[in-house]
């Protein structure tokens, strides 16, 4: 399959197109006008049976069609048969958690109230299209699809008081990471009322963040349209893209002379790289037990960031992550080429719609960093940065690791920080429901941060590991990168980065002042 996935990707890149000509034969067209060199005529000769049943599948039926088709439909029976590198390393790290749910990712949606059969019914589509939740995994990294009517979805009878202590006690239930399935497909009928709860907890192998607002929407859009009394709702899987296509497209781009480099560049970086030493409680191990806390940026403060955005063409992600930086640098006694690791969406356009653990992990090191120079140039080099690992995505975490000369295990000592910047999507609320809120109680690195910008607000979650840090040390440090947020504007944001103050002028007044007064009563 590799082969001729690659073969297809490659002939795309060199603007060759084929497509499925009327007879059942391949026509093909070249925009440099050229016959088709020999060695690709006899690619095309022995895969042509299988080249017949992906273009088929494709509909691929003219050579406008061709050039516009950017992605692949793959033939189940062309699929590669082991998870991919994001779910690989998704479940080594799982099988590491000492929590053993610290990859349960909860859904619990509330109804005010559901037809039962219509919800269950939605939820049976639901499973059908998305094949990705019927996986289970077998040996050697192989994976399995169950057959849609193998996946029970329970019914459960609760008392309203129960429920909050039973979503949390589904969201800390193991998954069986061999063999077992990978999510929870249950409705909670609330005892004495028309309230209905659907419990969709699912492990993170299986979607990640971007996906849970498809999850919610494409349900919705099911349930809908059964309570609109089309009944004749159907699914047919081979007329969607799906994350399998996805990870067989990720497979040929890992292949390519630019990808192998940037491993190689990325692998290094990570190799010369330092950890950062942040005060800790104790030598206690990292047992993945977190705590979290919120905080929203005033308006004034995300208007003032978006006009440094826009006046100097670099983005608001590159503004976070240079100020968290140098907060991280400052806490460190100014230690720098350490590894901050940043999530990107990995998502190409063809998939927006599909679910799927998408998002790949990496670490931004910004070799340039230096305090004396202005914090605008400092942003820029980071923005840099940040487009070169946008440009490779499809690496991750899992696949450096593999390349590393230095030992593996250190991996998980140098990404101690993650941080995450979502944009929610809208979901669809023509339905009265609510997403009941469950307290996360892992970590998986040492510190995440996840930022969200929606409806004019930019939103923080702090979480981190609680047998490792202090509270209040860790409320200092989102304190100092709050001040030091409120101090950037357009006009110094070309001064040196070391003269921004972390200190807020009412903390400053208690620490220089306050704290010094030389007066005293005897």
Known sequence: MTDILSLLYHLKSEKIYIWLKTNKDI?????????????????????????????????????EIAKNTTIFKVPDILKLPFISPVQKGIYLQGKLDAQHYTYNIPLFIRFDSADISYLKTALKLFITKHS????????????????????????????????????????REPFILDGGRLFQ??????????????????????????????????????????????????????????????????????????????????????????????????????????????FILSTSIYHRLNQVSLEYKVS????????????????????????????????????????????????????????????????????QEIIYLNEHQHINLNILGQNLTRNTCDLLDLMQIMFTFHNPINSNKEINYDIIDVEEEAEQFGISITAKELDGVLSFNINYAKNLYESNYIKSIFDSFQTLLSKIDKENIVRPLSQFSLLSSEKFQEVVHTWNQGVASY
């Not at 790289?273 to 990292?286: G, R």
């Not at 400052?330 to 998002?359: A, C």
């Not at 340039?368 to 120079?373: A, E, Q, R």
Request: hydrophobic share 40%.
């Open 27 to 63: 026509a093909f067209s070249h925009e440099t006008g050229s016959s088709l060199p020999e060695h690709i005529k006899a690619d095309l000769k022995q895969c042509k049976s299988q080249l017949l049943e992906i273009l088929s599948l494709n509909e691929i039926s003219s050579e």
């Open 132 to 171: 990705i939740f019927r996986l289970v995994i077998e040996e050697d990294f192989r994976y399995n699809l169950l057959e849609e009517a193998s996946f029970p979805i329970l019914e459960t009878e609760i008392h309203r008081d129960d429920l909050e202590s039973l979503c949390a006690a589904r969201y």
């Open 185 to 294: 497909a249950e409705i909670l009928k609330i005892n004495n009322s028309n309230e209905v709860v659907l419990n969709l907890t699912h492990h993170h192998i299986l979607a990640d963040a971007y996906s849970l607002e498809l999850i919610i929407s494409e349900i919705l859009k099911f349930y809908s349209q059964l309570c609109m009394k089309n009944l004749d709702v159907n699914v047919n899987c081979s007329d969607y893209l799906s994350y399998f296509d996805f990870s067989a497209y990720q497979s040929y781009m890992l292949s390519t002379s630019s990808y192998k480099y940037a491993v190689d560049d990325l692998a290094n970086k990570l190799n010369q790289a330092e950890k950062l030493s942040l005060k800790k409680k104790s030598n206690l191990s990292f047992d993945n037990q977190g705590d979290s806390f919120n």
């Open 316 to 383: 608001l992600y590159s503004i976070l992550l240079t100020s968290l930086y140098y907060v991280l640098s400052t806490y460190g006694r100014g230690q720098v080429n350490f590894p901050m690791g940043i999530t990107l969406s990995n998502r190409p356009f063809e998939f927006k719609e599909v679910i799927g653990p998408f998002i790949s992990t990496l670490p931004l090191i910004p070799k340039s960093f230096d305090s004396k120079k202005s914090f605008l140039s400092n942003i820029q080099h980071i923005n």
